[in-house]
């Protein structure tokens, strides 16, 4: 069973950065893995995915400004996030599935972590 562990979350003022973290218990290859958010408001939302090939896939809202990578070597799974806006606040979470998928829905995700909280102050 897959353990995951966010971090890299913090507060920061709008068009700052930051670069969330998550490491996996088990190694990661031949999984699709992504990041998602949440805020109260709202249902949790897909962010970014990125499969085993390195393909990946952005929401809209942050083309242009996140990134996802990872490392299989190290078990790890990245969001580079810049220009950060208020509305990027959010509790972020990574996830993982052995599905062969860019999708940013989160049925196939079987494997999720306790989330790591961003906030941007205006």
């Known amino acids: 069973r897959m353990q995951l562990v966010e971090s890299g979350g913090g507060s920061v003022q709008a068009g700052g950065s930051l670069k969330l973290s998550c490491v996996a218990s088990?190694?990661?290859?031949?999984?699709?893995m992504a990041w998602f958010r949440q805020t109260p408001q709202k249902e949790r939302e897909g962010v970014a995915s990125i499969r085993d090939d390195g393909s990946t896939n952005y929401a809209d809202f942050v083309k242009g400004r996140f990134t996802i990578s990872r490392d299989n070597a190290k078990n790890s799974l990245y969001l580079q996030m810049n220009s950060l806006t208020p509305e990027d606040t959010a509790m972020y979470y990574c996830?993982?599935?052995?599905?062969?998928?860019?999708?940013?829905?989160?049925?196939?995700?079987?494997?999720w972590g306790q989330g790591t909280q961003v906030t941007v102050a205006s």
């Open positions: 088990i190694n990661t290859l031949g999984y699709s």
């Open positions: 996830a993982a599935t052995p599905t062969w998928t860019q999708t940013l829905y989160e049925g196939p995700f079987n494997y």
